[in-house]
Each structure stands twice: as structure tokens, then as C-alpha cells.
């Protein structure tokens, strides 16, 4: 695994989550498409509360606490425990916390990717968890541009965007 490669990729991700959130407004920042799916300050929410409370943690963990037991997880508690957040707030948090994520990535000297942990769910690498935390960005920037196509069209009504593509 190329460190400096990921690092850079999960600065990159992070740039693009704020490109896509930064300019919606509080309403659209709160609509939902249907009552149990999640809005766009949900899903920041719980990137904000991921970043500090889960995947560094966990790789901190696995890395250099190999002893001690693995934290159960709370997934949804950065989305229902603070959906009255603003959007803006998790923004800056998520990216703030995504910094010194990145802080701390750099200064890791020869991680060993292969050590393991026996975690509630299984036996996990470190590199699982790494990789596991690229594809978590990755899976909520599909998520939030499924948000922003939805809320566009509504915007748009009565038009369509039939013209733009397949979707």
C-alpha cells in the first residue's frame, strides 16, 4: 500500500464531499426522500461523527493497541443522535477531524498492513480498515450526489433532466 497515495486520496475525498454539500441550503440540507433515508446534514453527520470515533480509532487500535478490546460501533449515532445539526457545522467537523486524520496517517513509519485484530464481526487487518475508510468516502459521495440529482429534480419542475443522461 502506498500511503502517501491514500492520504492524498482521502484529502482529495474530502474536497469533494465539501464541494458537493457547500452550497445546497438548510432545507435542501435536511430534506429527505422518503422518511427513513437520510439527508445530506444526516449523512455529514455521520461522516463527522465516522471520522473522529471510528476508522483512525480503530486503525490506532489495531496498529499500536493490539490488546485491547474493539469499540462497539455506533454507526448511525452521528445520523439520529444529531440530525438537528446543521449542515455546515458537520461540514467543518468532518473536515476538520479528516485533517488531523491525515495528520496522524503521515506520520506512521511502516505500518504493518497484515497485523490483525479479532473484532465482534471477525478477524480484520489494518489494511482492511484503511482500504475500508476509502470506500466509506466513496460510498457517501455516491450518496450525496444521489442526494443533490434528487433534490435538483425537484428544483427543476416541471422540467426534466432526461437530456443529461442516464442516470
Not at 483512525?56 to 478490546?69: G, N, Q, S, V
Request: glycine letters at 2%; proline letters at 4%.
Amino acid at each position: 500500500m502506498n500511503l502517501a497515495q491514500l492520504a492524498a486520496q482521502m484529502e482529495s475525498n474530502a474536497e469533494a464531499v465539501r464541494s458537493i454539500v457547500e452550497a445546497v441550503s438548510d432545507e435542501q440540507a435536511r430534506w429527505r426522500p422518503t422518511v427513513d433515508a437520510w439527508s445530506m446534514a444526516d449523512v455529514m453527520a455521520h461522516l463527522a461523527y465516522e471520522e473522529v470515533h471510528d476508522f483512525r480509532d480503530r486503525l490506532e487500535l489495531i496498529l499500536h493497541r493490539p490488546d485491547e478490546h474493539w469499540p462497539l460501533a455506533e454507526p448511525n449515532r452521528g445520523v439520529y443522535a444529531e440530525s438537528n445539526k446543521d449542515l455546515s457545522a458537520a461540514l467543518q467537523e468532518f473536515v476538520t477531524a479528516r485533517r488531523a486524520s491525515i495528520v496522524w496517517l503521515r506520520k506512521l513509519r511502516n505500518p504493518d498492513w497484515e497485523a490483525a485484530h479479532e473484532a465482534p464481526f471477525g478477524c480484520i487487518r489494518a489494511g482492511d480498515v484503511l482500504a475500508s475508510w476509502l470506500g466509506h468516502d466513496l460510498l457517501h459521495l455516491r450518496q450525496l450526489t444521489e442526494l443533490r440529482w434528487s433534490i435538483l429534480a425537484r428544483q427543476i419542475q416541471p422540467y426534466e433532466l432526461h437530456y443529461a443522461g442516464e442516470w
